[in-house]
């Protein structure tokens, strides 16, 4: 079944080729690093980069959910394990990878 | 507009952030606008996504924002400490003491409800404890009324989640047992239970006086009333007294059935009947609950037997704790509902307590085959389990060994004898342990469990029996006690382990495992099943009679025979009557299927082989019994037709023996009740047999069924021209 699933998978690691754009490449280059996302009602997750698709919908791996344990801010937080997410591009309000100060200008950069 | 708000969102963002700390000397680094630019060069369909990636493990990541994926997803309040502070669960619930004690009563009957649902099989933390004021046992310490009830409520939780999780039966209704993270009750027992008197004393004193007061006999002591309004202080007193009596026995009730070796029953039984009458008090309060409802509470909440939504419940609040299973969403019962849930309850953990503790095993097993007949819900079957089997005694009180060997019909001086330190022996004792808890389980578990069973009992007799061997040799030396006792515990576990097969089979038809185009080959099982448990019974019967012959194979006919070798027992005859049965059953629907008055289905899935391995494979496996196979079922129904099926005679036969049988059991009425079953199934039958025999040729217009209407298992023909 796995297997399977695997095969359905069309071949993208191949696609790191001359007909991939710069901005596609720098994408690829967070993948696996600590990502930071933010959600419509206040809470954030914080796991390892692991797919993003066309519309923006990203997985997370190893996720720890943070959430306020008040509607007022500041509140204290709250934390749980939550696993392998997917979290769908219309909630999401922010995103951020964890990168030293060097990186940050040359990775995310826009031209 | 829009750019605008994402800003104004990002601020937000940065300004909480900090508090997730990013590595060290790295920073968080904003990546929306360039995931963002990224989206827009990849084609449709196309991924990001590393080395290790595999679609088939990233469709089961948890979609955040699906109500039916994430429990995390923010409901009306962020936490419960921010419910508290907003006022959803007040203490007192109102200043005004009227109000407080209807909201009360509201919350009482709630929690039943909840309470009822959760026993039922869903989770603890969104049933029982959506109530608020359970999740901080302090806060109510200040209103007496409200404290006591939410103490006993806490500890009786706990008690019978202790039953159910140290007896194992749970595990179809595994969200049963899972509380982590809530507030069991933390107190003594003595504590909860003497709040809770004193509460009820003083609500009895209350309404003494306004009794007093109201027929003028005197001036009341100087009471203060449990609430404001005169004209309802009796109707109040009533309702909340029963409510509190039938917490009380309810607790009292399970810690009395819970005393080792079943000391405690008697009390139980009490206390039953106490709850009982208090449930009958708690449902006549409804006329006065509902009538003194606020006007404006027309929501028909039905959990309440005011009608009136209860303060203090959110079950969202909870719903991380039920981790790692997805959110669900439960319905909790209705008020009335939960009455009834409780009743049956009460009814069958009475039935449980009124068990006389006979020292017998076949008296045990055949007690929770009964008991199971009227579908007892969890709690009531792990109460039976845990009354069982105690410190590997029966009832605690009985060792395993000696239960065993009064069972296979030895004499008392071999209850002690060293033998029964056999591994096998030891073994053997362990496999009646786990019998005894696996028919206290679900039909579905039960089933499967026993299935596999059987091998394990398959090994163990042929252990024993080299055991036997190896220190006997072919020698017959009667006198010798361990000789005796192997002989006799041999045959025991023969007749058990086809008795487990029995009910291994039987059980498929509560389960509808069966369709009717496999009764053919299910009853023909049954009857072979039967046929070995008939003479393994009968050998051991005849044993510890003294009368029997030693390794005697007596087969079908001399059984059919009775009495031209010796006297057969009636239990024997009781199975005899079933094995016609279940033979002209077989016969019965073979001879339709050959004569084409049925044609079973042409699946493309299953051939009739393929369906009879599918259905028997445990026993095929276990041997049970050995040299059966598919083919022996088609030889021995290949040949099945009207013309010779009438002169058998199977089903007079059953009907004969069923009829003779009913004085042999005087003081038995359910036996009496089954061989009644059995007497009009195999009646039906052979009048249906008749029927259809006298048609002749098959008539496209008649239509020939089967129902399990008059017997759980042994269906009746029905013939109907259409």
Redesign the interface.
Known sequence: ??QE??Q???V??G?SDCSE?D??S???K???R???V?????????GSF???????N??LQDTV???????S???P??Q?C???????SP?R?????????D??LS??G?K | MAALDRTDEATTTVQSRPRIPSGDNSVWADASPLLHAACQDLQEGDLIHGDNFNLFAAMSALEIMDPKMDSGMASTYYSLDEAIENGAAPVPISTDKTTDVRCIIDIMDHLLACEATWHKGHSLAQTVYSCLYLLQPERTSSHALLHSYCQVIRATCKAVLSVVSDSRTHEEEDLFIMAYGLPLSRDGNERCTAMLNAVEETICRQLRACKASSSKRRVSEDIEPLQNNPDLEEGYCKALLCRLRFRKHFYHLLMSMKRPQGAGLELAREHIASCISEIDHIRKSADFLRANAPEMSEQNITTTASGCQPIGFDASLNSRLSAPTPPRSIKIFCWEKALEYFVKLLHDLDIICSYSLNPSLEAALLFVVKFQKSQPDLVSRAHLQLLLVQNGKLFGRYPMFSMISRAAGLPEVAENHDIQKNEFMVQLEQMVINLLKIICTNAAWQRRKLGKMLQDWRVTFVQLELAFKKEFGNTSNNENISFKIYQHILVWVEEQTYWIAFRFLIVGFELELYSVHDYCMVYWYIYIVLINLAEKKHLRMAMSSGAGKKKSKKKRDSLKDAGVNYQISAPVKFLQSQIYLAEGLAMMLAALRNEGRIVPPQSPFSTEHEIFIQQFELLLKACLPDGISYLTYKESTANANFSTLVMCDYFKEAQKIAKELKSSFPNDPDMIAELKRIEQVAERNNIALNVICRLGTPDPSVKISFTLCHHPFFATAIVKRS
């Open positions: 079944m796995e699933a695997e359905l998978v069309p993208q690691q696609s754009s901005r596609v720098r994408v690829r967070l993948l696996f600590r990502m930071l933010g959600i419509k009602d206040g809470r954030f997750f914080l692991y797919c993003i698709d066309k519309q923006g990203i997985i959910e943070y959430r306020s344990t008040r509607r801010s500041p509140s937080m709250e749980r939550i696993g392998l997410i997917l979290i769908p909630c309000t922010s995103c951020h990878v964890d990168c030293s100060i990186e940050q990775l995310l826009l």
